[in-house]
Every structure is written in C-alpha cells, then in structure tokens.
C-alpha cells in the first residue's frame, strides 16, 4: 500500500513493525507491516482479524507454498524450482528458489527484511536444504532504505558451483553472483516446449544468457544453434554446459541483440527458427511506450531472418506490458513487413511461478510461438 493513500504514514514507527489498517471510521480492514523508509509503505499479509502477523504465519505460508508446488510435481531432490513467489504465495517481497540442495532467496522489502531469522531458519527446516544464499539487491536497498547484502545463512557455503537437473540436462549455477536467486527458472518448461518444434532446425537463439532455450533444443534435436548475449561470462557458462552435456552444433556470439541481428540481416543469413527473450524493457509503466518500440524493433529483425515457414519464438518479461499489447505489437509487426504470423502457443511461466489474480503484475511473462509466413 503506498503512502499517498494512508491518512498516517507511520513515520514515526520501525521497519517491520506489525501494524492494523483501519478505514476512515475506525473499521478493521487489515494487517500488516510498515516499512516508513519505502514508497510501498504497507505490505498487508492478513485480512483475517484472527490471524496476527508473526512467527507461525510465516511458517504457514511457507508450508503452504512449498506444499502448492507438489500440486503438479513429486519433490525431486536433484532438479530446480522456485518455492516461493512473493505476492502470489501471499508472501509479498519474497522469492525463493530451490537448486537440488541449496536455496537461493532474495528480500525485496525491507519491512519483511526485519523478519530474516525467523523465515531462513524456517525455510531450512522445511526443505532440509543446506545451504542457503540470501540476498538483497543494490536497487531494493536504495528503494527500501536499508542495506543490500550478499551472504551464506549460518556462514556454510557449498564447495564451488551448485550442480543441478533440468529438461534432461546437467547444469550448475554460482549462487553468489548469478542472476538474482540463481537463474530463469520461470521459462523451464517453455524451454522444452518450444525445443521440440525445432528438431532437425537451423536456430538463432537471442538473448540466450547462459544457454536457455538453446541448450535445450540442441539437446533435444535441433540441427545447428547459434546463441548471442551481450555477457561474456554468461556465454562462457552456456559454452561449458555444452560442454558438460556432450552437445555440439552450437556457437555462442558476444554482441548487443540489436546490432548483431542487423549484421545478420545485411548478410543476408536466413534462419529456420529465431528465439528471443531479451531482458525486461519496461520497469514502470512509464517506459511501455518504449518498451513496445524496442520489442517491435527486435521481432521485426528477427522476422526479416525467417525462411517463410519459418518459428518464432517470443518473449517478453516485462510485467508492465500486458499480454493483449504484446499480441497487438505483432499484429502491426506483420502488417508493416507483410508477413503473416500464425499463433501456435501463447505460453506463461513454468506452474511454480503461480499467478495472483489480485496482483496483475505476477502474471509477467509471455512465452508466444509462432509460425512465419
């Protein structure tokens, strides 16, 4: 709840203080905790008068998240997923991914960040993991007015990288400076969704990071993949996975999206199939006129790479842009190239990232596959 609709701030009270939310005329409405230092003042975690924010609520949540995920999936101790997703597991400003036996969280509030104990030692005694990362990013902290922090639960630390299974893959994240909890856990399913439409496929895969959808579909067929990032470590790390995996017909580039697609463009290469799922171009709704712009740029280049018959696959991870404004920048993409798009599937994340139907913005990413005419 932002500061703008409280009629008292709270101010004068502490990060993490447990607070009642009343109407104009006294009446309950919810329960709490106050950050004063953040424009997101209140995080409201009870509407229940009965149920206090304490210890044993978060406990609850905690079991109820993890609990959530074995709807679909029996626990495997040697795979990856994500346990708790802030918002949608009524846990607002917590994200916890699991790799085998290590946990990977990160604290985006700092009212919730008074609470650390009590959650990390519930979450090891819920999950037996052992070993936990536990993070709070330079740009959280700035927002939440405390400090960022980097650090091993209890001082224990795994030996080296964390080695874990994923869409018949052995791979291995570095907890401490990967891509906040670790990796993209949210497209593992499209992953292997949209490898099985490229079998026996010439790919491009854009944006790849450290392998992503790449690594997948050359694992499960794909003829030849070339992969570009703008990180050399992260490509470094795709490398080595195909390495470890005994996968070839891959090449991994170094160089901005844009202007490598444009290369490839005046060279007249021709792709049967192009993947992109760049980085989220828009952070506040302020920036989706140009996000859109940017996701318009970036598909009409890779259209212009498509043999006609040719797949795209295309992502965007910027909650801000709706899905419908997504599907609408295509529909003009086509118009302007006169090319027609035929939809396959139109994808979200993996089941254990959960959508909150009262929290729009958990519904984030879009996964679109389509066929190039």
């Excluded at 993890?66 to 009524?90: C, G, H, K």
């Excluded at 580039?253 to 760049?278: H, M, N, R, W």
């Amino acid at each position: 709840m932002h500061a703008h609709a409280l009629a008292d701030t709270g101010d004068h009270l502490e990060a993490g203080q447990v607070i009642e939310l009343l109407d104009h005329d006294g009446n309950w409405i919810a329960r709490g905790v106050i950050n004063p230092n953040s424009r997101l003042r209140v995080r409201l975690y009870s509407f229940d008068a009965s149920i206090a924010v304490d210890d044993e609520l978060w406990q609850k949540r905690l079991r109820e998240a993890i609990d959530r995920r074995r709807l679909l999936e029996p626990f495997d101790p040697e795979t990856a997923e994500r346990l708790v997703f802030s918002e949608s597991d009524l846990l607002s400003g917590l994200i916890v991914d699991r790799y085998a036996n290590c946990l990977g969280v990160q604290f985006t509030s700092g009212a919730l960040w008074r609470w650390q104990e009590s959650i990390l030692s519930q979450l090891k005694s819920l999950t037996g993991c052992e070993y936990i990362m536990v993070r709070v990013d330079e740009k959280t902290a700035k927002h939440e007015g405390i400090e960022s922090a980097e650090f091993w639960y209890q001082d224990r630390s795994p030996e080296g990288r964390v080695s874990y299974q994923q869409n018949g893959l052995q791979l291995s994240v570095d907890l401490r400076s990967g891509q906040k909890t670790g990796s993209y856990l949210d497209q593992r399913l499209n992953h292997l969704v949209v490898a099985e439409y490229l079998k026996g496929l010439k790919v491009l895969d854009v944006c790849c990071y450290t392998g992503g959808f790449g690594l997948v579909a050359a694992k499960h067929g794909a003829k030849q993949v070339q992969s570009i990032d703008s990180s050399r470590s992260a490509l470094e790390e795709g490398q080595n996975a195909a390495n470890r995996n005994g996968i070839n017909g891959m090449e991994f580039i170094e160089g901005d999206c844009f202007d490598t697609l444009k290369s490839l463009v005046d060279a007249g290469e021709q792709y049967e199939a192009v993947i992109l799922d760049p980085p989220r171009f828009a952070g506040s709704r302020h920036q989706i006129d140009r996000a859109l712009r940017a996701y318009a740029k970036l598909n009409s280049l890779a259209i212009d790479l498509l043999k006609p018959g040719g797949l795209l696959a295309t992502c965007s991870c910027s909650g801000r842009v709706s899905r419908s404004d997504f599907l609408n920048m295509l529909m003009d993409v086509a118009k302007r190239k006169r090319r027609d798009l035929i939809l396959l599937e139109n994808r979200g994340p993996s089941p254990d990232h959960p959508v909150s139907i009262s929290c729009p913005e958990s519904d984030y990413l879009k996964c679109v596959i389509l066929q190039v005419g």
